[in-house]
Nanobody
Framework: VQLQASGGGLVQAGDSLRLSCEAS????????MGWFRQTPGKEREFVAA????????LYADSVKGRFTISRDSAKNTVGLSTDSLKPEDTAVYFC????????????????WGQGTLVTVSS
């Protein structure tokens, strides 16, 4: 499966961005999609996940209330609306796909996209 993420950019603190990701290739069956992020010298960290039907959603505590994940399973796409961005949100954001939200949040058996850079200036 291939994941293509887009939507990153340079914004100021307090601004918003919407990230998008499209899955293609062998995307049979139901699966969870989500987002991780990584900054230089740090491990990739979980941001948000959503299951196939959209009725199970998980967020990292650091983004709760500011980020919203959504998906269109018919189009194999997932989005991440990021509001009230902070400088500490600066990172490369990776789209992720896994069998379910549990394996996805744990980074187990995950397919990764190439990443899109989000830079938040103070």
């Amino acid at each position: 499966v291939q994941l293509q993420a887009s939507g990153g950019g340079l914004v100021q603190a307090g601004d918003s961005l919407r990230l998008s990701c499209e899955a293609s290739g062998r995307t049979r069956g139901t699966y969870a999609m989500g987002w991780f992020r990584q900054t230089p010298g740090k491990e990739r960290e979980f941001v948000a996940a959503i299951n196939w039907s959209g009725n199970q959603i998980l967020y990292a505590d650091s983004v709760k209330g500011r980020f919203t994940i959504s998906r269109d399973s018919a189009k194999n796409t997932v989005g991440l609306s990021t509001d009230s961005l902070k400088p500490e949100d600066t990172a490369v954001y990776f789209c992720a796909l896994s069998a379910n939200v549990v394996t996805l949040t744990r980074g187990v058996n995950v397919s990764w996209g190439q990443g899109t850079l989000v830079t938040v200036s103070s």
